[in-house]
């Protein structure tokens, strides 16, 4: 089989690492290496970062109506491309392609939607006290950005944070996943096509701890971008610390489902078990705890199993494929690991939990279990794959006690049919995203961030734009008329 080549971006200019070195890439559902990236070294790091440099001096004087034409004719290109990107996103992440081209068409508006933005950056006139001054505050792009992005959605991920900063007026230095670096390289491809000037955006690829540090390290990087999990986020908070650097960060989630017995319980399990199992689990904003009141419990358990066992697994690229494998043999042995504990401290399998066989592929069957209790391990730290943990509820009051008894705070989701209930606990859930009677709570028109652990700041509508700006106070003294 033939592998693929990818290249970085730097300067405007595709290229290898400068000694060779490269990362293979590979197929999910078989385990071969299908691709390589190269790995970066310390030599092209520092090009990267004076291409980037020398972009923002280039793009943070380009208009807001130039920006913008830039992000919309990518968009269009992104767009016509969608069916040959979606199948090299699927060979190297694994999702089934009615997936992947979810993503690129959810790509396709971020492109889209930020802009618009890039013209809407608005500062203000302030009354003096003083009849003799006046004052503005204005909002200026605050300079390179290192973006760090993973896996799980590598295009979407990418573009959430190239865009907002490419609209701000700011130069961009992407490091996508290694693991599937191809479909954000594409997107690249297309920003540079559509007019985008060299050293603007630079992608990098290879050793994530080395680019990292790096980067971070460098003066010529204003602000940290990053989409990974509450300890590389940690990690990543103390290297930019160090300069004090502006940090963005949406880290992990651990979403609580909270089924209220008023509910419809055939009709919740359904649509927990459509959204559960999206991307084989591996969503940060996945409903990875069922909290259930005790007297829907059997209904919901029952409607949710059912919906899961009709659930096809194999390679994404089969048509009619609904849950490709997990990403990486890591996941898939941590899968094992949180099954084996739950059910050793008396939860029962409904469905699912084993491997579905023992070839080369990163296949699990898509689990549910019930009777969960609160000390397995999977109720305290993010599953991220295909398992649906089930526990009861009583009160009002438990419910909430359980769903904020983590420390992350990315997403929460709320199913009841009474107003005041559904209203009470959207309000009193401690995350930075809710979902009331839906599981699909994403788009580019709202923000996308967490609070405690899962980060700062917030991704997408207007504070996607703010987070790559900065307010400047101008004070101007005038002369007195005579």
Known sequence: MTLHVHSMLIDGNEVAASDGAVVEVDDPSTGQVIATTPRATPADLERALAASARGWETWRETTAWERS??????????????????????????????????????????????????????????????????????????????AFTPWNFPVLLASRKVAPAL??????????????????????????????????????????????ERLIASPVIRKVSLTGSVPVGKHVLQLAAQGVKNVSMELGGHAPVLVFGDADPELAGRMCAAGKFRNAGQVCIAATRF????????????????????????????????VGPLASSRGLAR????????????????????????????FYAPTVLSGVPETATIMQTEPFGPLA???????????????????????????????????????QLEVGIVGVNSVAVSGAQVPFGGIKESG???????????????????VTGLRRLR
């Open 69 to 146: 034409a830039v992000l919309r004719r990518a968009a269009v290109l992104l767009d016509e491309r969608t069916e040959e990107i979606a199948v090299v996103l699927t060979r190297e992440q694994g999702k089934p392609l009615a997936e992947a081209r979810a993503e690129l068409q959810s790509t396709v508006e971020q492109l889209d939607w930020f802009a618009d933005e890039a013209r809407r950056v608005y500062g203000r006139t302030v009354a003096s006290r003083h009849p003799d001054q006046r004052m503005q505050v204005l909002r200026q792009p605050i300079g390179p950005v290192a």
């Open 167 to 212: 609209a701000a007026g700011c130069s961009v230095i992407l490091k996508p996943a290694e693991e599937a670096p191809g479909a954000a390289l594409a997107m690249a491809t297309a920003l540079t096509e559509a007019g985008l000037p060299p050293g603007v955006l630079n992608v990098v690829t290879g050793d994530p701890a080395q680019i990292s």
């Open 291 to 322: 909290y259930v009141q005790e007297a829907i419990e059997e209904a919901f358990v029952a409607s949710f199993t059912a919906a899961t066992r009709a659930l096809s697994v194999g390679s994404g690229l089969v048509d009619g494929t609904d």
């Open 335 to 362: 899968t094992v690991e949180l099954v084996e504990d739950a059910v050793t401290q008396g939860a029962t399998v409904q469905t699912g939990g084993h491997r579905l066989d023992d070839g080369p592929g990163y």
């Open 389 to 427: 943990p089930i526990a009861t509820f009583s009160t009002f009051e438990d419910a909430l006690r359980r769903a904020n008894g983590t420390p992350y705070g990315l997403a929460g989701y709320v199913f009841s049919e009474d107003l005041t209930t559904a209203t009470r606990a959207a309000e």
């Open 456 to 474: 700062i700041g917030a991704e997408n509508g207007t504070e996607g734009l703010d987070a790559y700006l900065y307010s400047k106070s101008v």
